[in-house]
């Protein structure tokens, strides 16, 4: 009898009745469809516009606001779109400033000296017949010892590798781009106003570098001459340049 009526039953309360595997495995389809569903996020918005301060008729982004040092919103082209892209081109500005700043320093300094040391090492000079030294547009890099390229390879690589490692430390959350903790004598300040004071000054003198190192290539290859050939006046001392120049102005009859 009771197995009768629990047969009779059966239909009945099945499909009333929870079923603990049915109901786990509903429970899993149901986190599995909430998981694979895409969540939309919307996109921030891109940054506005401003008027540049350098040049008046141009409008700039927004994260050119004049808070990093030497910002005088010049940017024709439009490349800093976001504070990310702007952080990387500081940082490769930055590093092409200071090997031009020594670029600058060393080329006429090579154009006076190599000749110099390579008499004294018995060495055979990578200057030309015109006093110009190796370059791109010069030739003569063939000269250079691949040694000194392969150990300046290297020392760029690792103080690159060291940049990278300082820009992913967690604990250097004020990071500035070329930062690289170098002050052996200490001349960084520690006020904040002095601080960014010299960091505009090293900016301006990185850009001027830049310009006359390009300068300098452009010189040498269109005038056949070094550099310290073509502007002795900057390499010798004040009391030999004023009589050459007080004669070539009595000689083309300006002084009389």
């Not at 694979?36 to 540049?52: C, R």
């Not at 300046?152 to 300082?166: E, S, V």
């Not at 820009?167 to 170098?182: A, E, R």
Request: net charge negative.
């Amino acid at each position: 009898m009771k197995f009768t009526l629990t047969l009779f039953l059966a239909p009945l309360v099945s499909p009333f009745t929870t079923n603990p595997l049915t109901s786990r495995v509903n429970t899993l389809r149901a986190v599995d469809e909430v998981s694979s569903t895409t969540v939309e996020v919307a996109p921030p918005p891109p940054p506005s516009l401003v008027q540049s301060p350098s040049l008046p008729w141009m409008k700039v982004s927004s994260v050119l606001d004049g808070s990093m040092a030497g910002d005088v919103g010049f940017d024709p082209l439009g490349f800093a779109t976001n504070m990310k892209d702007l952080s990387n081109y500081r940082e490769a500005e930055i590093k092409h400033g200071r090997l031009a700043m020594l670029a600058a320093a060393g080329w006429p300094i090579s154009e006076l000296l190599d000749k110099k040391f390579a008499s004294i090492l018995h060495l055979p000079t990578t200057l030309d017949v015109n006093d110009r030294v190796p370059s791109l547009l010069n030739g003569g890099l063939g000269k250079v010892s691949p040694i000194f390229w392969g150990f300046c390879l290297g020392l760029t690589a690792a103080i690159d590798l060291y940049g990278i490692q300082r820009q992913k430390d967690v604990h250097n959350t004020n990071y500035i781009p070329g930062d690289l903790g170098f002050d052996p004598i200490g001349l960084y300040p520690l006020e904040a106003s002095a601080r960014k004071e010299m960091q505009v000054k090293e900016i301006k003198n990185g850009r001027l570098a830049m310009i006359a190192i390009t300068l300098f290539a452009l010189e040498e290859f269109l005038g056949h001459s070094g550099v310290v050939d073509a502007s002795s006046f900057f390499f010798e001392p004040v009391w030999k340049s004023i009589p050459e120049g007080m004669d070539s102005m009595t000689n083309s009859g300006y002084i009389k």
